[in-house]
């Protein structure tokens, strides 16, 4: 367990390499425009997140489920689910922004707890 956990941590700081400084942007836009639906860590545990019967994009079976393309799209494009539904970014946000939130969605498995304490922590 301890192991894991160290092992998640380097995981974490090279899902970061790609800019630590972005990956902060990242967590800002994602508490800013994504958390009132998909919550602070990804679980959809949020008023509207349960009214919408929204995925846990923290799950393990979730993310492998799901390519790096994939969730760019639905950012970019928007989703639905029934009458749920989920603008596309890709006129709010930069391609920069998108790419950078498509790392952070993924820092989301890697360690909700980090991945929360990293949004606290700004
Ligand atoms: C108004 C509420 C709402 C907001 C705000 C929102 N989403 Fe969504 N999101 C949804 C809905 C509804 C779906 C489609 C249902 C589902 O797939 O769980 C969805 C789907 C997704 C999916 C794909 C889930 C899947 O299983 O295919 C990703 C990834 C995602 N959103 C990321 C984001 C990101 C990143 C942001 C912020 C830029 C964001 N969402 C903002 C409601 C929202």
Known sequence: MHLASKTLVVGLICAASAGA???????????????????????????????????DLS??????ANTDAKIKEVIENGAKNGDAQMDGYKDKLSAEQIDALVSYVRSLKASSKAAKKKAAAL
């Open 21 to 55: 400084a972005d990956m902060k942007k990242a967590a800002r836009d994602w508490k800013s425009k994504c958390a009132s639906c998909h919550g602070a860590d990804g679980k959809g545990h949020t008023d509207q997140g349960k009214k919408m019967k929204l995925a």
């Open 59 to 64: 799950s393990a079976s979730w993310q492998k």
